[in-house]
């Protein structure tokens, strides 16, 4: 079956400094990638979804200058949170659907738990 | 109005027991939803998709009624394993993209 591959799975930052995830679709092609948020005892909440070769679209009030999405290949989408601050802490999943598998729900990657002191 | 509304619960039951979720969605659009299953500190994992005649995995059965627009969870005979959140999804067209929305979950407790 389809396999995301994110990474870091978690990280430690210091306030102010920028943090990269990564995900990969590793045996299909994603055109569109899905970042989300959890926060813990909570819903996923959608951030963005990622366009492989074209600009994101953000869900109303998140801060595209601050969450930084590059998806600049067919298996590759990043998640850079800038200038972070310990508000930021949260859970960050990326997920991606195969298209070439119509009845496949989408795969999500492991997750990165972002902690921000 | 959240578009994909979820019992948080949680359920508590007994091993063995038949237990049922509900999952209301807004959107009349949407055109497809799956079940999911997360657990504590994971990311989520596919269930089931579920279809409009309604489709049966080993113990789980989903349903989707389109009139009254909801999807529902059953699960049988109950197992220790089967404690999580269950996730419901539906899927509808926003803009050149499909858009999954999450429900935020069900929590599933199954005691010896």
């Known amino acids: 079956g389809a396999v995301v591959s994110q990474h870091p799975s978690w990280v430690i930052c210091k306030s102010g400094t920028s943090v990269k995830i990564e995900c990969r679709s590793l045996?299909?092609?994603?055109?569109?990638m899905f970042w989300y948020r959890q926060f813990p005892k909570q819903s996923l909440m959608l951030m963005a979804t990622?366009?492989?070769?074209?600009?994101?679209?953000?869900e109303q009030g998140v801060e595209k200058d601050k969450f930084l999405i590059n998806h600049a290949s067919l298996t590759l989408s990043t998640l850079t949170v800038t200038s972070a601050h310990p508000e930021d802490s949260s859970f960050y999943i990326c997920?991606?659907?195969?298209?070439?598998?119509?009845?496949?729900?989408?795969?999500f990657g492991s997750g990165t738990r972002l902690t921000v002191v | 109005r959240k578009e994909v509304e979820q019992d948080p619960g949680p359920f508590n039951v007994p091993e063995g027991a038949t237990v049922a979720f509900n999952c209301t969605y807004s959107?009349?659009?949407?055109?497809?939803f799956f079940w999911y299953r997360q657990d504590c500190r994971k990311e989520p994992k596919l269930l089931m998709s579920?279809?409009?005649s309604g489709n049966e995995d080993g113990r789980f059965t989903a349903q989707l009624n389109r009139a009254s627009q909801y999807i529902s969870l059953l699960i049988r005979d109950s197992k220790l394993s089967d404690s999580a959140t269950y996730l419901c999804?539906?899927?509808?067209?926003?803009?050149?993209?499909?858009?999954?929305?999450f429900g935020r979950g069900t929590s599933l407790i199954v005691h010896p």
């Open positions: 997920s991606a659907r195969d298209s070439g598998q119509p009845n496949y729900g989408y795969t």
């Open positions: 045996d299909f092609q994603a055109t569109t």
């Open positions: 990622s366009n492989e070769g074209s600009k994101a679209t953000y």
């Open positions: 959107n009349s659009a949407s055109q497809s």
């Open positions: 579920v279809y409009s």
């Open positions: 999804v539906g899927r509808a067209r926003s803009g050149g993209s499909y858009i999954p929305t």
